[in-house]
Structure formats: structure tokens, C-alpha cells
């Protein structure tokens, strides 16, 4: 291409994505609703693109932490939405557990699947939290049958979990081997993460067979990544991929 014609391409992914954003500011905020599930909201844009699905932290719209809550979870939020949505394929953005939900659902729909966007991703997080413990407290967490651990995400200032939640957690552990995901995966984490390791994102980007993975750490963002210049870079990263992808569609 000379460089003429790389300045109108230039020139005309910005129109469109400035079109894109006066439609997406214009549009409102719907609900799929499905029999004993909770409601999907979305935003219905038109384009040809991928859809882009956000997955939450586990806790940001949960109750307590039960073996059964984990596998309505994957179902509700996850496997449940790729069977049902009509987009042909999806960029998965996954907050703290819903990025470990993010390398579940590619693992079970890679068809499905446009690329990955984990954010402070805390795969197997709960599992590893868990067995690290000294062996008298893991005593005492069996004979009660839940543990609770402080937080300064609620105002009781703790989640409790049961102890059935962690040994179902153990079956859907990803990072004791190589991650068949072969799509593009971006990983964000920040440096000043008090409940997740930024560790975890590097594990994840080693154990993950696809070539395009890109890890950026921000030195002074927290667990849930809410400042301006984070959902900046949320917000380009993902619309960078859009980019990639329609381009190579």
C-alpha cells in the first residue's frame, strides 16, 4: 500500500469509530430474559464486528461463595450466554474471577471465541489461596465447613465461602498445565493488586498456547482497576482488537 492510500485507511477506521461511539451513546441498555436465570443486559450496536461480553468479578454480583453458586455461575454468565447470543463470535472481557470464567468458557466454546481480555484475572485464585495456608487453619476451615476472609470490597468486610465451593473450584483449575486457547488474549493487572497477584496474568500468558498475548502491568493500579486512565486502557484495548479482528475478517 503507498502511503496515500494507508492515510484514507487511517483516515476512515477513525470516522467509523467515531460513528461507532455516537451510536453507541444513542443506544439503551436491554435485557434478555431466560426461564430460572438471571437477566443478560446488553447493548445491541449495529456493525460487523464481534460482540463483546463482560464477565464480573465473582463476588460483584453474588451471594456467599456455594459449590452450587460456581456452577450457576459458569452457566448463567458464561457457557449459557454463548448458546444463546447470535453474534458469531464474542471478545470475552473477564474481571478477577470472571477472567478465570473467561479461559473456562474458551475452553468450552474456542468456536465461539474472538479473543480474550482478562482483568487482574484471578485464575485458580481462590484454589491456590486456599492451600497455602497452614495446615492448622485448613484444619479448622474443614470442621467448620466454610471460610471467611477479609475483604475491603462489602461492607461486612469479608466474604465467607464454603468449603463445598473450593473443592468444585478444584475441578475447573486451569494453570497446572498448558491452556489450549489459541485466539488473541490481553492481560491486564495492576501492580498495587491487594487481593490478586499480578503474578497470576504471567502465569496465565505461559500457560496459554496462543502466539498473540500481550501482558501490561500498571504500576499503580489496584485489584479493580477504576481509575480514568485504566478504563482508558480497557476501552483501547478493546476497541484495538475490534480493529485487528474486523481487519482480518
Known sequence: QT??????????????????????????????????????AYRKLKGKGPGVVFLPGYASNMGGLKAEALEEFCRSLGHSYLRCTTVFTIILVGSSMGGWLMLLAALARPEKIAALVGIATAADHFVTAFNSLPIETKKEIEEKGSWSFPTRHNEEGSYTMSLDFLKEAEN?????????????VRLLHGMKDGDVPWHVSMQVAERVLSK??????????????????????????????????????
Open 212 to 249: 498473540d498475548v500481550d501482558v501490561i502491568l500498571r504500576k499503580h493500579a489496584q485489584h479493580r482497576m477504576s481509575e480514568k486512565d485504566d478504563i482508558k486502557l480497557m476501552v483501547y484495548t478493546i476497541d484495538d482488537l475490534i480493529d485487528k479482528l474486523t481487519t482480518l475478517g
Open 172 to 184: 475447573h483449575c486451569v494453570l497446572q498445565s498448558p491452556i489450549p486457547v489459541s485466539c488473541p
Open 3 to 40: 502511503n496515500q492510500e494507508l492515510s484514507q485507511h487511517r483516515a476512515l477506521k477513525t470516522r467509523e469509530k467515531q460513528q461507532n461511539n455516537r451510536v453507541r451513546h444513542k443506544t439503551t441498555v436491554q435485557y434478555a430474559t431466560r426461564p430460572d436465570l438471571p437477566r443478560l
